[in-house]
């Protein structure tokens, strides 16, 4: 067996001391939340942004998609289309940039592809685009597989709208639910265990 060196010694020496974890961090703020409601966060290049009458919304840059919730931009992210934009999108010099979007959206908890409009008019050909229906409808089918990414179709925007602000409030609620539980299954009583054997 090789001898260690010196310097992993020193961090073996170390590893008892690094092995006690301090508390949570303090949230007194999570008491609170029961009178709150979540925002949502509209992309600034988002052109046409959709009306809420139920919850606020503000305007930001999000990495992804063109709704999330603020503070969890990073785990909730909504792409909106337009039949237009989708049929667009699923063309050839168009396709492999919006792969790359749909991909990006494959590290968040909740993602969805929302688009303003039915497979019926996609069918019917109710786009400007040269691209056939047949498709348009194919391509998104192997873009729901392959990301992982739910189709959503709404007939209106105020149906996008009502949709996505229960997407928000419902995925917000859940976030402190998982809060609140973590909480309760932090309060133990204290006992003579060592923290250092939670490793």
């Not at 090789?2 to 008892?16: H, V």
């Not at 006690?20 to 966060?41: H, M, N």
Request: aromatic share 8%; hydrophobic share 40%.
């Amino acid at each position: 067996m090789p001898a260690l060196s010196p310097e992993t010694d020193r961090i073996n020496s170390e590893a008892p001391k690094q092995l006690v974890f301090p508390a949570l961090p303090a949230s007194p703020g999570l008491a609170k939340l029961a009178d709150l409601r979540p925002v949502i966060v509209v992309d600034s290049r988002e052109q046409e942004p959709l009306t809420f009458t139920r919850l606020q919304s503000v305007r930001g840059t999000l990495y992804s998609g063109d709704y999330s919730v603020r503070g969890l931009e990073d785990k909730f992210a909504v792409e909106r289309k337009n039949l237009n934009d989708i049929a667009n999108c699923c063309a050839n010099s168009n396709r492999d940039r919006f792969e790359r979007e749909l991909h990006r959206l494959r590290g968040f908890c909740f993602t969805r592809l929302l688009i303003i409009g039915t497979r019926e008019d996609i069918a019917a050909g109710r786009y400007h685009s040269k691209i056939i229906p047949s498709a348009v409808l194919a391509t998104l089918d192997a873009f729901e597989f392959r990301y992982s990414i739910p189709l959503v179709f709404c007939s209106s925007p105020a149906q996008a709208a009502i949709a996505l602000e229960r997407w928000v409030w419902r995925f917000a609620r859940e976030v402190v639910t998982d809060a609140n539980n973590l909480l309760r299954g932090s309060s133990l009583k204290k006992t003579s265990h060592n923290p250092s054997c939670l490793l």
